[in-house]
């Protein structure tokens, strides 16, 4: 292609901005219009954070609220998991995973109820009993009960009184303070070391050995015992013993757990037999009558005590677990209080069936008369 003269080159340009450009063409030429600045744009706020769950809201349920649900057989709030929480105090960074994964284990295992009891630590089980019935208590009803049967067999100062196998010194304390009478709180050997430096005048220790239990002869007036003889071997045995310590007209009170009747023992009732650390034996009513009268010991009354029985219970572990709330325990302490929950539970399911009761009766030493004819 052959290139134009410069002269035509120019007029071709000419002719085509004239052209292609009105404005140009019609000699105006328009003033652009001035460009407004741009507007300056706030600056952007960063994104927010999306807020994190409350320490209620993360999928954990705390231990008191978890062990209120498992107590009385209710469902947990939906979408919560297994674990649970306890409030340690100040864990350390190392301990805080191993706790947490200890009590989740603990509360798994309660929902499965094992057939034998986890190996749990036995000072803390003593701790948890006094954290449940009071402290120097073994027994629900603090001491109320034992004083109820003193005064159903008329307990006055000055008479010789003994608590048997009580697994604590309140009950005995409870009756030396209020009728200032001598008291002998009899244990086993293994408890008695415990126990042996609270001896005092009028408040004695004694050994006593459940197989071959020994009260000596005409000893005390009152003799008390509460939901024991049904774990003892040879209650035949221990009955009578306990009759040889009788002065005359001595009374022995105690409570039993005994057999309503002859029947087939019901899945409640095994459960329970299960869950003991000592395996019941229970009478039932006409054999304890045999027995008592084979001892020398006439009934002078019988009570079914099993719901105010059930009450005391049923208001004890109320009020230990709104002690959780304030004062949580460590996954040792939980530990135990789920082994002793297991069995209280299963006692008082079983007692609610009314195929085994907790039944007081009261005795009194039979005196055998003897007539000689003339001489």
């Not at 004239?18 to 105006?28: A, D, K």
């Not at 603090?142 to 010194?169: E, F």
């Not at 869950?275 to 027995?291: S, V």
Request: charged share 30%; glycine share 6%; with cysteine.
């Amino acid at each position: 292609m052959r290139k134009l003269p410069d002269e035509h080159t120019q007029t071709l340009e000419s002719y085509l901005v004239t052209v292609t450009r009105p404005e140009v063409r019609s000699g105006v030429a328009k003033k652009q219009a001035p460009r407004k600045p741009a507007k300056r744009s706030a600056p952007s706020k960063p994104p927010k954070k999306a807020k994190t769950k409350a320490a209620a809201d993360d999928n954990y349920v705390p231990f008191p609220d978890r062990f209120k649900a498992w107590w009385n057989g209710t469902e947990l709030p939906q979408d919560k998991d297994a674990a649970i929480h306890t409030k340690q105090h100040a864990p350390t960074s190392a301990t805080k995973a191993e706790a947490a994964e200890d009590v989740s284990a603990t509360a798994q295992a309660a929902e499965d109820v094992p057939a034998a009891a986890p190996n749990v630590d036995s000072e803390w089980l003593e701790k948890i009993r006094a954290r449940i019935w009071g402290e120097d208590f073994a027994l629900p009803g603090g001491d109320g009960v034992i004083m109820n049967m003193a005064k159903a067999v008329d307990l006055k100062a000055g008479d010789h009184a003994a608590d048997i196998l009580p697994g604590c010194l309140g009950p005995g304390r409870a009756l030396a303070e209020a009728f200032e009478t001598p008291i002998t709180c009899f244990f086993p050997p293994s408890d008695i070391e415990r126990y042996a430096a609270e001896e005092k005048p009028d408040f004695n220790m004694s050994v006593l050995d459940p197989e071959d239990p020994d009260f000596g002869i005409r000893v005390f007036d009152k003799l008390f015992c509460r939901e024991v003889l049904c774990f003892l071997p040879r209650r035949e045995n221990f009955l009578a013993k306990a009759a040889a310590g009788l002065r005359g007209g001595g009374n022995f009170v105690f409570n039993d757990v005994v057999m309503m009747n002859d029947a087939e023992d019901c899945a409640a009732v095994k459960t329970w037999r299960a869950a003991e650390p000592e395996k019941p034996i229970m009478n039932t009513m006409a054999e304890y009558t045999q027995q008592l009268t084979a001892a020398r010991l006439e009934t002078k009354s019988t009570a079914n005590v099993s719901k105010s029985y059930v009450a005391l219970v049923e208001a004890d572990w109320r009020r230990l677990m709104e002690s959780l709330e304030t004062d949580p325990l460590p996954p040792e302490g939980v530990d135990a209080l789920m082994e002793e929950g297991r069995r209280w539970q299963a006692r008082i399911a079983a007692l609610k069936t009314g195929q085994i009761a907790i039944v007081r009766f009261v005795t009194s030493l039979r005196t055998i008369r003897s007539l000689s004819g003339p001489a």
